[in-house]
Nanobody, 122 residues
């Protein structure tokens, strides 16, 4: 079955950086888009970024600060987060796309992992 396991979260200062990883198993990783989304306390799931091959897309709130990438040999999707802000504090989840399309929003992704906590605070 599909399994997604996130790691790399932690505490960062405003302006700092973190790199999240998500290892996938149970499906042919190279055939599907992947996505990151986040959930802050008391809020719904917010889509952050998506990728398939060289096609990437980002939420306006993170564009220019976050970079999504993949390593197909390791079945892993990454999220490099720079210039972090307190409002980036959330649990970050990775999700598998329904097919190869990169869709702006959470609607076309599922099998979300358990997530990794990111806290941005001084």
């Amino acid at each position: 079955q599909v399994q997604l396991v996130e790691s790399g979260g932690g505490l960062a200062q405003p302006g700092g950086s973190l790199r999240l990883s998500c290892v996938a198993s149970g499906f042919t990783f190279s055939r599907f888009s992947m996505s990151w989304a986040r959930q802050a306390p008391g809020k719904g799931l917010e889509w952050v970024a998506g990728i398939y091959s060289d096609d990437t897309d980002y939420a306006d709130s993170v564009k220019g600060r976050f970079t999504i990438s993949t390593d197909n040999a390791k079945n892993t999707v990454f999220l490099q987060m720079n210039s972090l802000k307190p409002e980036d504090t959330a649990v970050y989840h990775c999700g598998k796309g329904w097919d190869e399309r990169v869709v702006h929003g959470t609607i076309a992704y599922d099998n979300w992992g358990q997530g990794t906590q990111v806290t941005v605070s001084s």
